[in-house]
Structures are given as structure tokens and as C-alpha cells.
């Protein structure tokens, strides 16, 4: 399994909802990351895991609250969010930190915040 | 100035078409350089990645790297429709350092 998963496709929430986003690889990879991509604009870092641990955190907002359980599995809480958060978000794995250079990225979740 | 800059397109050409696609940076301690490849609603897929300065060739894909003048280019031979995607530049310092993507140059092959 070369693939790096996410669910959901898409998601619209209001500004009050709790919702989260999941990201799942099976590629034995030590170290995962989330970014988030607007329209016509480049991936921007949000966090990094390294060996289940935050290692990264690109001075996000609280109301986004990543959680690292296992190797595998990454997710991203989302709580309060506003508008101008609507974009898409992007999970990639690299077999261990030090090899950032060699990500690979998930398919992304497209969020819309109303 | 922008820490790396590209031309955001689009870029039209027809079908069997050498492309060029170029970066310019300003941080001189950049060491590594990646091509990614985007299609519509998908996520970046790594096309290659170089080190320092020097060429880099992968079946129609070539990667040029030129620090004296912090320049790289990626040129696709036999240019085909399915190359129709969005192609962003990146590089950082050394690995296991953040790296830094271009804003991607927007390419269409026309049948």
C-alpha cells in the first residue's frame, strides 16, 4: 500500500460545529504533516508529526487541533472555524523526518466553512 | 521579494511540445530542490527532486538546477494531455528542514 487516504472527500460545517478530518497511511512513514491549500495558491504547513510526536506547529490557530494516535492515523479537530478557513486540506506522509524532502500527499479533504 | 517565485500560467501548448517550466529564489542556502505535480482536486504527487546544482533526467522529465543564478527549470519532453496539471517548485536548506513551495505554474497540453 503506496497511498496516503483521507476522509472525508469533502465537508461543509457551520462556524459552531465540532467536526474532524482523518488521515490514514500504511506505509510504514515516521513522520506525517497537514497542510492546508487555498485556490491557486501553494500547500502551506499547518503541523508535523514526527514519530507520534508534534514536532511542528506553524503558529496555527487553536481552533484547529491536530492529534497524532498512532504511526498511521493523523487527525485534524475542527471547532469554531470561520470563512476565511474553507480551503483544502492536504495530509502527507515521509518516511522519517529527516527525509522530509520526499512526501507524499493524500488526495485532501475540501472544506467549506459556512 | 518572495522567497521563491514562478510564473502562475496558464501555459498552453499543443500535444509533443518540449515545456520549460522555471523557479527563481532568493535564499542562496537552499540545497534540495523538488518538482511536484498537481492535478485538479488532488493532492501534490513528487515528480523528482535534485540536490544541488545539475541536471537530473527521469524518462521525459528533466530537472535543472543552476545556484550561481538561482534558477531551476523542469522541461517535459513529448509533452501529452495527461501532463495538463499544476507544477510547484519546492526546496529548503537541508533535509528534515521545512521546505518552501512555489505558488505553481498552471499547464495545459492540447490535443
Known amino acids: 500500500d503506496t497511498e496516503v487516504t483521507q476522509t472525508p472527500k469533502h465537508l461543509v460545517m457551520g462556524m459552531t460545529n465540532k467536526k474532524s478530518l482523518k488521515c490514514e497511511q500504511h506505509?510504514?512513514?515516521?513522520?506525517m504533516y497537514w497542510y492546508k491549500q487555498k485556490a491557486k495558491k501553494p500547500p502551506e504547513l499547518m503541523f508535523v508529526?514526527?514519530?507520534?510526536?508534534?514536532?511542528i506547529n506553524e503558529s496555527v490557530p487553536s481552533r484547529f487541533s491536530p492529534e497524532c494516535p498512532n504511526s498511521s492515523l493523523l487527525n485534524l479537530h475542527l471547532h469554531a472555524l470561520q470563512p476565511e478557513d474553507s480551503a483544502l486540506y492536504l495530509c502527507?506522509?515521509?518516511?522519517?523526518?529527516?527525509?522530509?524532502?520526499?512526501?507524499?500527499f493524500g488526495p485532501g479533504t475540501r472544506l467549506t466553512v459556512l | 521579494q518572495k522567497e521563491v517565485e514562478q510564473d502562475p500560467g496558464p501555459l498552453s501548448v499543443p500535444e509533443g511540445a518540449i515545456v520549460s517550466l522555471n523557479c527563481t529564489y532568493s535564499?542562496?542556502?537552499?540545497?534540495?530542490f523538488m518538482w511536484y505535480r498537481q492535478y485538479s482536486r488532488k493532492g501534490p504527487e513528487l515528480l523528482m527532486y535534485?540536490?544541488?546544482?545539475g541536471n537530473k533526467e527521469d524518462g521525459r522529465f528533466t530537472a535543472q538546477v543552476d545556484k550561481s543564478s538561482k534558477y531551476i527549470s523542469l522541461f517535459i519532453r513529448d509533452s501529452q494531455p495527461s501532463d495538463s496539471a499544476t507544477y510547484l517548485c519546492?526546496?529548503?536548506?537541508?533535509?528534515?528542514?521545512?521546505?518552501?513551495f512555489g505558488p505553481g505554474t498552471r499547464l495545459s497540453v492540447l490535443p
Open positions: 502527507a506522509s515521509s518516511p522519517w523526518r529527516g527525509w522530509s524532502i520526499k512526501q507524499f
Open positions: 506505509m510504514g512513514h515516521r513522520a
Open positions: 508529526y514526527s514519530y507520534e510526536k508534534l514536532s
Open positions: 535564499n542562496s542556502a537552499f540545497q534540495y
Open positions: 535534485t540536490y544541488s546544482s
Open positions: 519546492a526546496m529548503t536548506v537541508f533535509y528534515g528542514q521545512n521546505f518552501v
